[in-house]
Nanobody, 115 residues
Framework: QVQLVESGGGLVQPGGSLRLSCVAS????????MYWYRQAPGKEREFIAL????????NYAEAVKGRFTISRDNAKNTVFLQMNSLKPEDTAVYYC????????WGQGTQVTVSS
């Protein structure tokens, strides 16, 4: 069955960096675009970034453009989210998702940006 497992979250000071990973299994990873979303307390889940199946095309939400970078390693069935210049408003649970065909979500990883 499809599984998505995120890791790499944690507590970081404003201005710091984190790199999230999401390991996929149960489907042909290289055939699917992959997404990162986040959900802050009391807010709806929101789109953060998208990467095409081959990795050649990306798209970002305005709130993270220029600070976050999505990438993937199809040989390792893994999608990454490099987050730089983190702000307190980036605090959220971050999820990776496969959205082509049936939609699947990982369990999420908590990112807290605080001094």
């Amino acid at each position: 069955q499809v599984q998505l497992v995120e890791s790499g979250g944690g507590l970081v000071q404003p201005g710091g960096s984190l790199r999230l990973s999401c390991v996929a299994s149960g489907f042909t990873f290289s055939n699917y675009p992959m997404y990162w979303y986040r959900q802050a307390p009391g807010k709806e889940r929101e789109f953060i970034a998208l990467i095409s199946s081959g990795g050649g095309a990306t798209n970002y939400a305005e709130a993270v453009k220029g600070r976050f970078t999505i990438s993937r390693d199809n040989a390792k069935n893994t999608v990454f989210l490099q987050m730089n210049s983190l702000k307190p408003e980036d605090t959220a649970v971050y999820y990776c998702s496969r959205r082509l065909g049936a939609v699947f979500w990982g369990q999420g990883t908590q990112v807290t940006v605080s001094s």
